[in-house]
Nanobody, 123 residues
Framework: QVQLVESGGGLVQAGGSLRLSCAAS????????MGWYRQAPGKQRELVASMPSGGSTNYADSVKGRFTISRDNAKNTVYLQMSNLKPEDTAIYYC?????????????????WGQGTQVTVSS
């Protein structure tokens, strides 16, 4: 079992900034990719940003130039720095991680989600 705990959401005015954090814990052998998704009311969950272990990054077009994803592999933690926030960024933000648990001889794949953290941007 791998647990993801998110923090850093809240209420901010348009143009402001927030930083989300997500820490993974459990019997982790390795984490391949970590990322952030969001779901606004009445909409489907969508990818915001992802970061494989190799260091490359992927962003939704709507957040390019405003959001930055980063990882601390030693802490199994992923961050999302959000700047110049807009009301349309309002959503519940979910952390996602994929990798392997166990040991080299007993490794098993996992894919886990955090519980979500609310981000509200007022106009």
């Amino acid at each position: 079992q791998v647990q993801l705990v998110e923090s850093g959401g809240g209420l901010v005015q348009a143009g402001g900034s927030l930083r989300l954090s997500c820490a993974a814990s459990g019997s982790i052998f390795s984490i391949n990719a970590m990322g952030w998704y969001r779901q606004a009311p009445g909409k489907q969950r969508e990818l915001v940003a992802s970061m494989p272990s190799g260091g490359s990054t992927n962003y939704a077009d709507s957040v390019k130039g405003r959001f930055t994803i980063s990882r601390d592999n030693a802490k199994n933690t992923v961050y999302l720095q959000m700047s110049n926030l807009k009301p349309e960024d309002t959503a519940i933000y979910y952390c996602n991680a994929e990798g392997y648990t166990g040991t080299f001889l007993t490794m098993k794949g996992f894919a886990s989600w955090g519980q979500g953290t609310q981000v509200t941007v007022s106009s």
